[in-house]
């Protein structure tokens, strides 16, 4: 059956039973869910388009909803927020079989169910690709949020999740490589991103963070942001980073691709990039990859004090 074949209620009656239970005092089926939020509630708001951000032919619908939650969830977790609730609209186009809508719920619960995070309404449209829109509300249960602008000179730089997974992904799909079991890994993170939530969590929850972002569009980009909302210089240290560089050498190898191009630059990873005070003992999860040398208005990154070309990374207009 296809979209244009349907009916938005046919669709709903499929598409809400597969979603993760709701905690909401009033739950998706009425105008508006109520969700009992008593304290300050983190926001924040992504899209996912067709033909942009993923492929029918590389993505299944399951992979798109797992992906969609995900890169909602490590945005209110950045900010020290347990997230709680996600709000979905989506685009159809008529040629869309119905299940694909069926198979995005799946994944959504696959990605919410283990966090106790819920799906509360939303919104059914028709499109002319899919269009995927997702709200996230985060509880702050009493805690000071996380913010970008917080590293201090002599902090550690740390950092939990990929890096370069995404990028060598991606490439391995544009690329039509045979996806072997050395290349699977890679491209089944860049599909469904699996950023390290109850890590960055439990970090925040210890009071030991003095700024935290996620790192969504590359590792040298959201430093240059968080070094530029702090007035910082950040040096990173290879030493520390480069290790990662052995999961990416057979894919780097069949594509002739620089690999630590997509380490420092590559994005889609949704890990988390953090500081704390010296002498703080790094957080589960978590490894020391810099220092925060300075002040310096409007921010700085190095590499072992060596300036880096460009931006690098992810730009949704394309500009470096």
């Given at each position: 059956?296809?979209?244009?074949?349907?009916?938005e209620d046919i669709l709903?009656?499929?598409?809400?039973?597969?979603?993760?239970?709701?905690?909401?005092?009033?739950?998706?089926?009425?105008?508006?869910?109520?969700?009992?939020?008593?304290?300050?509630?983190?926001?924040?708001?992504?899209?996912?388009?067709?033909?942009?951000?993923?492929?029918?032919?590389?993505?299944?619908?399951?992979?798109?909803?797992?992906?969609?939650?995900?890169?909602?969830?490590?945005?209110?977790?950045?900010?020290?927020?347990?997230?709680?609730?996600?709000?979905?609209?989506?685009?159809?186009?008529?040629?869309?079989?119905?299940?694909?809508?069926?198979?995005?719920?799946?994944?959504?619960?696959?990605?919410?169910?283990?966090?106790?995070?819920?799906?509360?309404?939303?919104?059914?449209?028709?499109?002319?690709?899919?269009?995927?829109?997702?709200?996230?509300?985060?509880?702050?249960?009493?805690?000071?949020?996380?913010?970008?602008?917080?590293?201090?000179?002599?902090?550690?730089?740390?950092?939990?999740?990929?890096?370069?997974?995404?990028?060598?992904?991606?490439?391995?799909?544009?690329?039509?490589?045979?996806?072997?079991?050395?290349?699977?890994?890679?491209?089944?993170?860049?599909?469904?991103?699996?950023?390290?939530?109850?890590?960055?969590?439990?970090?925040?929850?210890?009071?030991?963070?003095?700024?935290?972002?996620?790192?969504?569009?590359?590792?040298?980009?959201d430093a240059r942001r968080?070094?530029?909302?702090?007035?910082?210089?950040?040096?990173?240290?290879?030493?520390?980073?480069?290790?990662?560089?052995?999961?990416?050498?057979?894919?780097?190898?069949?594509?002739?691709?620089?690999?630590?191009?997509?380490?420092?630059?590559?994005?889609?990873?949704?890990?988390?990039?953090?500081?704390?005070?010296?002498?703080?003992?790094?957080?589960?999860?978590?490894?020391?990859?810099?220092?925060?040398?300075?002040?310096?208005?409007?921010?700085?990154?190095?590499?072992?004090?060596?300036?880096?070309?460009?931006?690098?990374?992810?730009?949704?207009?394309?500009?470096?």
């Amino acid at each position: 059956m296809l979209i244009s074949d349907t009916t938005e209620d046919i669709l709903l009656s499929k598409f809400l039973p597969l979603l993760p239970p709701s905690s909401a005092s009033v739950p998706t089926g009425d105008d508006s869910a109520v969700l009992d939020m008593r304290g300050q509630t983190a926001v924040s708001t992504d899209m996912l388009i067709e033909g942009r951000h993923f492929r029918r032919d590389w993505s299944s619908g399951s992979d798109v909803g797992f992906r969609a939650a995900m890169q909602n969830l490590s945005d209110v977790v950045a900010m020290g927020a347990k997230p709680r609730s996600l709000v979905i609209s989506l685009g159809l186009p008529g040629d869309l079989e119905a299940e694909w809508a069926a198979d995005f719920a799946r994944g959504l619960n696959e990605a919410c169910a283990p966090l106790g995070v819920s799906v509360d309404g939303g919104d059914l449209v028709g499109a002319d690709e899919i269009v995927v829109a997702v709200t996230v509300l985060g509880d702050m249960e009493g805690r000071t949020p996380v913010l970008r602008g917080g590293a201090q000179i002599g902090d550690r730089v740390i950092h939990a999740g990929h890096l370069g997974h995404g990028a060598a992904g991606y490439e391995i799909l544009k690329a039509g490589l045979e996806i072997t079991n050395a290349l699977a890994p890679l491209v089944d993170d860049f599909r469904r991103p699996k950023p390290p939530l109850n890590d960055a969590l439990a970090a925040a929850e210890s009071g030991v963070l003095t700024a935290m972002m996620d790192v969504s569009d590359g590792l040298i980009r959201d430093a240059r942001r968080l070094a530029k909302a702090s007035g910082v210089w950040v040096n990173f240290h290879g030493t520390n980073l480069e290790p990662r560089l052995r999961d990416l050498a057979v894919a780097a190898g069949k594509l002739r691709a620089d690999r630590r191009e997509w380490l420092y630059t590559g994005g889609e990873d949704q890990g988390f990039l953090a500081t704390i005070r010296p002498g703080t003992e790094v957080p589960t999860g978590f490894t020391d990859v810099g220092e925060v040398m300075g002040a310096y208005m409007g921010g700085r990154v190095t590499l072992e004090g060596k300036e880096i070309a460009g931006q690098g990374g992810w730009d949704h207009f394309g500009a470096d």
